[in-house]
C-alpha cells in the first residue's frame, strides 16, 4: 500500500479514538454540557446537593371544635332516636348562634352494643355517639361556641384545634419555603467551603416534604364555663406552624 494511504488512514483512525475515549483534543467526557443533546438540561460536571426544612408560624384564623352527645339504653331503637332528638337540639342551638349546616360536620356515629353486657345473655345495653366537627372562623368565640353547644345538648367536648385558613396557610408556607431555601444556601456554602468548591447557583429545586401543624387544647386545659354560669369558657390559643422541606442541587466548580 502506498506510505500515504497509510498514515492518513492512521491520523483518521487516531482522532476517532480521541473523539470516543477522551483523549486530548477530544470535546469533552460523555454527560458533561458540551455533550447535552439538545433540548436536554445539560449536566454538572461538579455538583452540591442540599436538603433543608424550614418552618414559618402564624395566629390562627381558623378553629375546629370537636364535640359529641351521647346515649344510652337498653333498646338500640331508643338509643337512636336520643341521638336523633339531640342532634336537632344541639344543631339549632349552634345555628342559632350564627353557625351555618356547612359549619356542623358530622364525623362519628356509632350505636354498639355495650362490651359490659355483651357476654351477659340476661342483660342488654347499647351506647350511642354522635361526633361533630365544628368549624369556625373567630377564633375568639371559641368558648362561646363551646357554651352553646354543650348547653344545646353536647355531652362531650373532645378537642379544640387552631388552625389556618386555606388562604393564610399559603401566605405562610411560602415564608417557610423562603426560610428553607436560606438554609439550603446557608449548607451549600458551608460544604463548598469546606470541599474546596464555590457555588455557582441553584440547578435544580423541589419540594421534599411539607405539614401543617395546629394548635390543639385539651378538654382539661379549658377554664369552667358553661352550665348556666355568665362567663364564657376561657380557651388558650397558640400559633399554627408550618414546616417545608427542599431539596436543592447547586452547580459548583472549583474555588
Given at each position: 500500500m502506498d506510505r500515504r494511504l497509510m498514515t492518513a488512514a492512521g491520523l483518521v483512525l487516531l482522532v476517532a479514538l480521541a473523539g470516543c475515549a477522551g483523549l486530548p483534543g477530544s470535546t469533552g467526557d460523555a454527560g458533561t454540557a458540551a455533550n447535552a443533546a439538545p433540548g436536554e438540561e445539560?449536566?454538572?460536571?461538579?455538583?452540591?446537593?442540599?436538603?433543608?426544612?424550614?418552618?414559618?408560624?402564624?395566629?390562627?384564623?381558623?378553629?375546629?371544635?370537636?364535640?359529641?352527645?351521647?346515649?344510652?339504653?337498653?333498646?338500640?331503637?331508643?338509643?337512636?332516636?336520643?341521638?336523633?332528638?339531640?342532634?336537632?337540639?344541639?344543631?339549632?342551638?349552634?345555628?342559632?348562634?350564627?353557625?351555618?349546616?356547612?359549619?356542623?360536620?358530622?364525623?362519628?356515629?356509632?350505636?354498639r352494643e355495650s362490651y359490659e353486657t355483651r357476654d351477659n345473655p340476661d342483660r342488654t345495653t347499647y351506647q350511642g355517639v354522635h361526633s361533630y366537627a365544628l368549624t369556625i372562623d373567630d377564633v375568639d368565640a371559641v368558648g362561646e361556641v363551646i357554651d352553646v353547644a354543650i348547653d344545646g345538648g353536647a355531652d362531650e367536648?373532645?378537642?379544640?384545634?387552631f388552625?389556618?385558613?386555606?388562604?393564610?396557610?399559603?401566605?405562610?408556607?411560602?415564608?417557610a419555603i423562603e426560610n428553607a431555601m436560606a438554609n439550603a444556601d446557608g449548607d451549600a456554602a458551608v460544604l463548598a467551603n469546606s470541599s474546596g468548591l464555590e457555588v455557582t447557583g441553584a440547578y435544580r429545586?423541589?419540594?421534599?416534604?411539607?405539614?401543617?401543624?395546629?394548635?390543639?387544647?385539651?378538654?382539661?386545659a379549658m377554664a369552667g364555663g358553661g352550665d348556666g354560669g355568665d362567663a364564657a369558657t376561657g380557651v388558650e390559643t397558640g400559633d399554627v406552624s408550618v414546616r417545608v422541606s427542599v431539596n436543592v442541587v447547586y452547580g459548583a466548580e472549583q474555588a
Open positions: 445539560p449536566a454538572l460536571d461538579r455538583s452540591i446537593e442540599v436538603t433543608a426544612d424550614g418552618v414559618a408560624t402564624a395566629e390562627p384564623d381558623r378553629a375546629t371544635i370537636r364535640v359529641a352527645v351521647t346515649a344510652t339504653g337498653d333498646d338500640s331503637a331508643a338509643v337512636r332516636d336520643e341521638l336523633s332528638a339531640a342532634d336537632e337540639s344541639l344543631r339549632a342551638a349552634l345555628t342559632d348562634w350564627g353557625l351555618t349546616e356547612d359549619d356542623i360536620r358530622t364525623e362519628r356515629y356509632d350505636v367536648v373532645e378537642r379544640i384545634e388552625g389556618l385558613s386555606e388562604e393564610r396557610e399559603r401566605e405562610v408556607r411560602a415564608q429545586v423541589s419540594t421534599a416534604d411539607a405539614g401543617v401543624t395546629p394548635y390543639r387544647v385539651a378538654e382539661s
